[in-house]
């Protein structure tokens, strides 16, 4: 998540103002501290601009290397 939002060229507070949320909270799940729900993955791949499930399956094949 952290590489396609930079990949979109935001910032922590970027992406954050977009969703309403604190930079810190956007810090936290980057940094494995906490976990996103479902819903809260979501609206992180639209903010950044991206396909949910597209963003899903590069997740997973990038775990699976």
């Known amino acids: ?3 396609a939002r930079r990949d ?3 910032r922590q507070v970027d992406l954050a103002k977009r969703l309403g949320w ?3 909270y ?3 799940y980057e940094t ?3 976990q996103l729900s479902v819903d809260e993955y979501v609206a992180v791949a639209l903010a950044i601009g991206v ?3 597209a963003l899903l399956g590069e997740l997973l094949s ?3 290397s």
Request: glycine share 4%; net charge neutral.
């Open 1 to 3: 998540m952290t590489l």
């Open 8 to 10: 979109a060229r935001l």
């Open 22 to 24: 604190q930079q810190a």
């Open 26 to 28: 956007v810090s936290r």
């Open 32 to 34: 494995g501290e906490r």
């Open 51 to 53: 396909d949910p499930v």
């Open 62 to 64: 990038q775990d699976c």
